[in-house]
């Protein structure tokens, strides 16, 4: 009995060592990870691992894991009181709409809250797998291993600093194996336990080695590495590795780069800051253009003459007098341009000035691209001013554009291009009569089309395969330079003249920061920001930009009939932070019942599906009604989730999210946002159909969200409200 004893406490130090080691891959989740709540899903492993280890029936055993799994995600996630009938159908809406999320293989749309259920679901195994390994079997090595290279893992790849957990695991490992030893050393020599003295002397020697051993490695000189860090040393050996530079098909590191002559292939993120920008609004940060597909990647069909000037940049960018124009100012301030060699500029640049002086510039017309000379030596300068006369782009005059053709450079086209491609060109731009609505029909086609923005499994084609058809037919997967290059092609296809760009985007607005003098908002441009966008040729008014991206949107300014003066007191008003909000509070009590009135339509829909698939094949006309109130029943549930997320959630993209999905539900009703209309327009026609002035304040608040960057923290509960109001009046 007594030996029986001694054997069970052993099997407890080796699953608590198990613990401790298992903690260490829990830890440094935070770091490199988004995730959260570390602190909750210390404890939740914590229970799995005293149940485990009281050796309790299974029947009793798993029901408390996994009553303790629903109650971490009532704790995380859930709002009503935990174990209630509310509280079970809101967690059955979120299963079942993330199950059938699995099912479509969308991956990017599951909830964190799912994600943390299979976390959890993942804990729960691993306690009983180590118990198993540890107590049962007493073979720990093995995950002493894995614990080991998942630490040095991440200390060499990530930020995270593994020098303390490597330690705290050595230690741990060592102690874990030294016990472990002793037992199968007592159960293959069929030995009793021995007395407390004799155990002294086995277990005294092991934790002098553990901690003479730590003692050294802490005093001991440490030397400089022998071999270079291994994360350049891959991406410089690397097929396709670097700043995109050379052939794709390797993970690159994103930024500005050179050769663009084979695209495709994923790219890891790098938040170097590039520049600071002072601007009068977020906007594009335009480095060159290319014209030749090749079917694989970009080049140049001619390089173009450089010319230079001292500062003037007059006739690097022509626009007609149909161009409104708006004189503004910009600056640049570089940080770590890496391998960008070329001055960034706004559209509309008409002169550069250098806070320093001994720098002149050369600039191409054909290609875009501008040269700093600094004391006769091409680099960048520190800094430097832009003086710009931003345009607007008129909608209705370059609608005008009917013809085809002209500058044949700019509709070159491989003859490997594959005719499908054309037929797609032809299908998308068939309803429509001019250049520009063609244009616009295949910028939104992506969009409307399922295509998904992924910048980490990303195809490359194999072979004589072209880039834009395995995207467009194929992979349906990608990001900018997919998006960018199909939509310049599907254009050429159409004898629609437009070439490639390169450049940056918009970056990051940033508050309380004063890199520059003046009151201008100030952006952070990072290496995350490199991109490349469109642009289309209209005879009567000059290179226009498009952005095809999903997720990205056009930073130029377009003008439908108003006049100059007219867009910008819009866009000043956009600009300004509201004094106070006339939106009225909803009574507490008013809103409760909306929920319940709300959650109580989700049960009965849950019953009614059952009676509408009893019916189907009663006729033409139940199968209809069937369908019409599957599709109502579709937008009940994911309007549940996402007043879920506007409720907890106050960022820009919940917001954005919330809102896109009120655009199409707004579709299904019957108010469709028309083509070339406003949202402010389209805000009144909705506004005019309920009666009330729900959706024009709420635009005003997503267009200063989207247009300023301005947080919604401080109006959350009025935003939130008019969301609320109007999707319950759609769903009505």
Known sequence: MHSLKAQQWISLILYGGSLLLLLEWIFPLEEVTDTSFTSTFVMYIVLCFILSATQLPYWIVSPVKLLGLLFVMHQLYFEPTFFTKAWFELFWLDLNTNLSFLWARDWVSLTSSFRTLLFLILLWMLSYLLYYWF???????????????????????????????????????????????????????????PAMKTMVKWIGPLLIVIGFSTIIGYAAPKYDPIWPDPVPFIQSTAEGSGYGDGPGGGVQRIGYGENDERLGGGFVQDDTTVFYAQAPKSQYWKVETKDTYTGHGWTRSQDGQFEHSEGSLEGLQEYSDLVDLNDDHAQIQFVEPGFLNKLVYTYGVEHVTPVHDGMSLEFNRITGEVLSKVDGQTRLPESYEIDMQRPFFPVEEMRTVTEKGELDQYLQLPDSLPDRVVSLAEEITAEHDNRYDKAKAVEEFFSSNGFIYETQDVAVPDGDEDYVDQFLFETQVGYCDNFSTSMVVLLRSVDIPARWVKGFTEGERLTGEDYFEGHQPEYEITNNNAHSWVEVYFPNVGWVPFEPTVGFNNQSSFSYGETLDDILEEEEQNYEQPESSETPELPEGEEEEEDESDDQAVASGSMSQLLKYSLIGAGVVLLTIIIWLLMKKRLVIVSKWKKRKMENYTDVETFTEAYQFLLRALAHKGLVFGEGQTLREFAVDVDRWFGENHMSQLTAYYERAIYRDESIDSHHAEVNQLWNKLVNDVLA
Do not use: C, W
């Not at 093995?142 to 060499?156: A, E, G, M, N």
């Not at 102690?175 to 069929?190: C, K, R, T």
């Open 135 to 193: 107590a049962v079997r007493k073979k720990p090595f093995s995950f002493i291993l894995f614990t080991f290279i998942y630490l040095t893992v991440l200390d060499t790849f990530t930020a995270f600093d593994a020098s303390t957990p490597i330690i705290r695991a050595f230690i741990i490992g060592v102690a874990v194996m030294g016990v472990a030893y002793l037992q199968h050393l007592l159960e293959n020599e069929n030995m009793r336990m």
